[in-house]
Structure formats: C-alpha cells, structure tokens
C-alpha cells in the first residue's frame, strides 16, 4: 500500500489538498476538499507532467499512457488522468471522494511526480461533438494544480483537515 498527497493552489484563490491511496487490490481512493472555486461542475484531471514552471501549461497533457481518446473516470475507454468532475457548491467548498483503478502510485503507470489539475469548466467528458471534447472534454483552463508526492503512510486525515482549515 502507498500513500501520495498533492496540495493545489493557482492564480485566484483556488485551493485544495487531495490524499491518495492504493490498497492491495490496485484500487486508488482519492479523498480531498477544495475552497475558492465558482460554483458548478469543475473537471479533475491528472496531467504528464509534473512541470509548474509556467503554471498549469507546462504540466503538459492529460496522463494518457495506453493513448485513448477522452472520457469519463467509469469508461473502459479513456485516458488514464480522466477523473470527472468536482461538483461545487455555493460557497466555494467542494469535497472529493473517489476510487480509481486505471493508475497506480506504484510501477510503470505510477502517477507520483504527476500534476493534478482543477479546471475552470465542467468536464463533458468526451461527450460533445467535437474534437476538442476527445482531448480534454472541453474543461478550460487549470485554475489550481499541484505535484502530486510521495505522502508520509502514517498521516492521519484529522491531521490533514486540521492543515486545511488553519490554510483557509
């Protein structure tokens, strides 16, 4: 079992923290909360690269590594960084609760030292007519992004909304 964390932050005021966590079986839970986000649907993704050196532009494209088009996290079909949307509510407060099994934090498909990324529109999740939807669903802009890290395995989530809170 592994362990990573990404902390997120952008231009605006956008914030989040995003633990993850693989068990024996290979199923990845991502678990996190995000604060100064419009309200609606923002599309998550985790990108290439996890290059910040021009903001969410340098960290590249979708994690694609067996080349599939753009889709939703539950479809066979799509790339391995799809993960959906995060629902915001009227106050800018979105929490996160999600378990993935098309990457690892561990081996060849590990997704440590990769950017997550929160973008400015909702993710269509590959479902529009158009070209730019079987890329990247048509989510925009990154608005917060950060590396996602190797996470200390005994961190205890009390400990990471306590950070959260003294932050925001």
């Known amino acids: 079992m592994a362990t990573a964390i990404c902390v997120l932050s952008g231009n605006l005021s956008a914030f989040g923290v995003v633990v993850f966590k693989s068990d024996v079986n290979g199923c990845v839970t991502l678990k996190g909360e995000f604060t100064g986000l419009t309200p609606g ?6 990108h290439t690269f996890g290059d910040l050196t021009n903001d969410w532009i340098s960290a590249g494209s979708h994690y694609n590594p067996n080349n599939e088009i753009h889709g939703g996290p539950q479809e066979n079909k799509r790339h391995a960084g799809d993960l959906g949307n995060v629902d915001v509510n009227e106050d800018g407060f ?15 498909h590990s997704v440590i030292g990769r950017t997550l990324m929160i973008h400015q529109n909702e993710d269509d999740l590959g479902k529009a007519e158009n070209e730019e939807s079987l890329a990247t669903g048509n989510a925009g802009a990154g608005l917060a992004w950060g590396v996602i890290g190797i996470c200390q395995s005994n961190i205890s989530e009390e400990a990471l909304e306590e950070k959260f809170n003294q932050i925001n």
């Not at 649907?41 to 985790?46: E, V």
């Not at 999600?98 to 990457?103: D, G, K, M, T, V």
């Open 41 to 46: 649907k923002h599309g998550l993704h985790i």
């Open 94 to 108: 979105a929490k996160l609760d999600l378990a993935i099994q098309h990457f690892h934090l561990t081996g060849i």
